[in-house]
């Protein structure tokens, strides 16, 4: 292998993916922080990064053959001043004019320096990069999850990692990964998910677990490159399209494993590549359509819950409240001109007073949460952005944004970064968070929506429990709550506990459902786990409660 900086190698890439290869070599090289910025509005720099303390804005220039010119000088400079950056540099895949460089030594005498970076540059770089970057020290559980994995694929070939949200899938997948490549150092590789984000996302996680003499690409619809040999994060329908004309790699990973349909393109993928080795990796194994995944990838190999993440401190713990509101819904259809109910709520029926309670109720749980985050999530585009509005009125949250698939790339990625940096406080969402997005500080959680699947409804809530420093818990605030959840506590409640006076609480919007019966309460907690948990059957539906916490005698 040529390594990711080799010319050859560069010219391959492209100008959308030269930039990728420029942000591994910041890693390597100790920086922090590392953001492509590349797209329209970028003012001139496409990498923002920090080192020791300072912050660097980069531009790339890939071109196939010539020499960068001195505009490429003028466009970096004004970016340095548009990000306020201490370092500025051109790097490009080529070489520099000498304009160029003498544009360089005219604004040395106006300002701080400007640096270039040519091939010769990269080459001589890449020779002093040390192998790989990040020191890699697995959980034990993480352990555990590679040994399970790497038996089953000697044995079977397949094998199948099921982890609950923020344990480290990506982590495990890519030590397996670079266990396969010890074994076949020249060996293909390659990574599917189901969306160009979120491969973009997994091929950055990837490269600390990969030694610098393995290249990474990305194969999609907007980057088909003609050398695949070391490790390709690709979408779906461009891997399949690469195997049917003999792409033929030693390994594959499935992230989002749970897209796997007992037809389509994945199982197709599969079958053509039934040589390889195969592992899926997922949070969350149910399909809506009943197809089990096993049937590709055999039993899993590993499993590690929610309940059991939490109990060994890796998890954040969950303080879940749940709401109830008053409003008599046959009142509200017979008000409205097309008879809509609570089917329609904040798709084509919108509730100004209701979404005024969520912000109220979101208020009282930010006055008692340190260094508050929140992700409200949404049902649809329009609720999300009038979610947002709302939430802007109140002077904490005047930069509250809403994120979703209507935006243009560079604007969600704008706002994602905002929100990451704490510009901005609270994000409304439509499903666009679900997978792949990694958000660790965040620690209130609102559902703002119906949310009858159980897989989405762990994705989201995933999205909460990662841990940081100073973190230990997470509020979860479920306003629209799949009636399903509500009824099996209640009727739990009434069977464990026949004998109590049946209170009802008096119309307040949204009225509090509070238990008073501790061990319901307790088992409450225990099913939020139980509902997500990922040792449970593959059901969409079913609701499962631990019998651990049956009333005792």
């Known amino acids: 292998m040529s390594g990711f900086l080799d010319a050859g190698s560069l010219l391959d890439v492209g100008p959308l993916q030269f930039p990728r290869r420029i942000e591994r070599l910041l890693w390597h090289l100790g920086f922090t922080d590392v953001s492509n910025i590349d797209g329209s509005g970028d003012q001139g720099g496409d990498i923002l990064a920090q080192f020791r303390g300072e912050t660097w804005v980069l531009q790339c220039k890939w071109k196939r053959s010539g020499a960068v010119g001195a505009e490429a000088v003028d466009e970096i400079a004004r970016a340095r001043d548009y990000y306020r950056a201490h370092r500025a540099v051109v790097v490009t895949n080529t070489r520099f004019s000498p304009e160029a460089r003498r544009r360089v030594g005219d604004l040395a005498r106006l300002g701080p320096g400007i640096m270039l970076w040519g091939s010769a540059d990269l080459s001589t770089s890449f020779d002093r990069l040390p192998e790989g970057f990040g020191r890699i020290t697995p959980r034990s559980y993480q352990a555990e999850a590679l040994e399970a994995i790497n038996t089953d694929l000697d044995a079977t070939g397949r094998a199948l990692l099921v982890l609950a949200t923020g344990l480290g899938k990506t982590v495990v997948g890519g030590e397996v990964i670079a266990e396969h490549l010890r074994r076949a150092p020249k060996g293909k590789v390659l990574v599917v998910a189901h969306a160009k984000d979120l491969v973009q996302q997994l091929e950055r996680a990837l490269w600390r677990h990969l030694p610098k003499d393995v290249p990474t690409r990305l194969l999609t619809g907007d980057s088909r490159p003609d050398d695949l040999s070391g490790l390709t994060c690709a979408t779906v329908g461009s891997a399949l399209a690469a195997a049917r004309f003999g792409y033929r790699p030693g390994f594959v990973l499935i992230d989002e494993a749970h897209h796997i349909g007992e037809d389509g393109q994945y199982d197709e993928l599969l079958n053509v590549l039934r040589e390889s080795r195969h592992l899926g990796v997922t949070a969350t194994p149910w399909r809506g359509d009943s197809h089990d995944i096993t049937h590709q990838l ?56 209701r979404d005024e309670a969520v912000r109220d109720e ?48 560079r604007e969600r990625q704008n706002r994602l970064l905002a929100f990451r940096s704490g510009e901005v406080p609270i994000l409304t969402s439509v499903d666009i968070l679900n997978e792949g997005v990694d958000v660790p500080d965040v620690n209130i959680l609102c559902f703002a929506r119906v949310t009858h699947s159980r897989r989405i409804f762990v994705q989201q809530l995933g999205r909460g429990l990662r841990l940081r420093e100073g973190k230990e818990r997470v509020t979860v605030l479920d306003f629209v709550s799949d009636l399903r959840r509500i009824a099996a506590a209640l009727n739990l409640k009434r069977s464990l506990d026949s004998d109590g006076e049946i209170e009802t609480l008096p119309k307040v919007s949204p009225s509090k459902i509070v238990f008073s019966d501790q061990r319901v309460a307790a088992l409450m907690d225990e099913w939020i786990k139980d509902a997500a948990s990922l040792e449970t059957a593959y059901d969409e539906h079913r609701l499962q409660f631990p019998s651990a916490l049956a009333p005792q005698e």
């Not at 060994?312 to 409205?336: E, I, K, P």
């Not at 585009?381 to 949250?397: G, S, V, Y």
Request: glycine share 6%; hydrophobic share 45%.
């Open 362 to 409: 979101l208020a009282a749980a930010w006055a008692t949460t340190e260094k508050p985050r929140a992700i409200v999530f949404c049902r649809t585009i329009e609720h999300a952005e009038r979610l947002a509005d709302l939430l802007r009125r109140n002077p904490l949250w005047s930069g509250a944004a809403a994120i979703h698939a209507g935006l243009p790339k």
């Open 298 to 353: 055999g039993e899993p190999s590993f499993s590690l819950g929610i309940e059991e993440g939490m109990r060994r401190g890796y998890l954040a713990q969950v303080d879940y409240r749940l709401f109830v509101d008053d409003v008599d819904w046959d009142t509200v259809r017979q008000a409205s001109d097309h008879e809509y109910g609570l089917a329609e709520l904040n798709a084509k029926l919108f509730l100004p007073q």
